[in-house]
């Protein structure tokens, strides 16, 4: 389990944010610019919150009052970021073995895994720059996962992408979490996607939780609930 009680100061606001997830998919909901990205990031270890505890598995990630801070090589947390930051000047396979500390059998066989589960076995010698955007979003989830994390930190990791591939690769997040069964955690600011993807959701507004917005009922089907 994920466990996240933190404040942190912004330019203009305090974030002010708490959830657990155990291992299902989160959404973080809002619009730009409330503390999303954020969250992810001290989650991640690449920003410090002011205050508060997050956990994992028990294990403490940072603790304020204890003066704990696990850095992020050390945390076992996957990050796709927005942009999938894939290197230009490696083709898919380095990419995706960028930063296996291993490559021993065990490793071996994910990586095999990956590419059949992903459906990028024939672009392993291609260049980054060459592949459309949705073979993009495969090879860096397939980077993520290759290091083994036990928790999955996702920023709009959709958002550029054209509407048919959009929703194929929702579907393709919904099993990859699935089968790893580990927490995914995801930032999107759109109602859509929130729905199609999120076992719960979690709104934001200015670094607040809030209820749901007052249009969320015309956007998506009841089923989904607010995390309080």
């Known amino acids: 389990m994920l466990h996240i009680d933190i404040t942190k100061q912004l330019s203009d606001f305090e974030l002010q944010i708490s959830f657990s997830v155990e291992n299902s998919i989160l959404v ?58 894939l290197f230009p000047h490696m083709n898919v396979h380095k990419n995706v073995w960028y930063g296996v500390q291993k490559a021993d059998q065990k490793a071996q066989d994910l990586y095999k895994k990956l590419l059949r589960l992903l459906k990028i076995e024939h672009l392993t010698e291609r260049f980054t720059d060459k592949l459309s955007g949705g073979e993009r979003q495969r090879v860096a989830l397939a980077r993520a996962l290759m290091a083994e994390p036990e928790i999955l930190l996702l920023d709009e990791p959709l958002s550029a992408l054209d509407n048919d591939t959009r929703l194929e690769l929702q579907e393709e997040l919904k099993k990859m979490q699935q089968i790893w069964n580990i927490p995914f955690v995801l930032v999107t600011h759109d109602p859509r996607e929130a729905r199609a993807v999120g076992n719960k959701v979690l709104f934001l507004e200015r670094g607040r939780q809030v209820t749901e917005p007052a249009n969320w009922e015309c956007q998506c089907p009841p089923r989904l609930q607010a995390v309080n």
């Open 28 to 85: 973080l909901f809002g619009p730009s610019g409330c503390g999303k990205t954020t969250t992810l990031r001290c989650i991640a270890g690449l920003e410090k919150p002011d205050a508060g505890i997050i956990s994992k598995g028990g294990q403490k990630l940072y603790a304020s009052e204890t003066k704990e801070f696990i850095p992020p090589s050390r945390r076992r947390v996957g990050f796709m970021f927005q942009d999938y930051a």
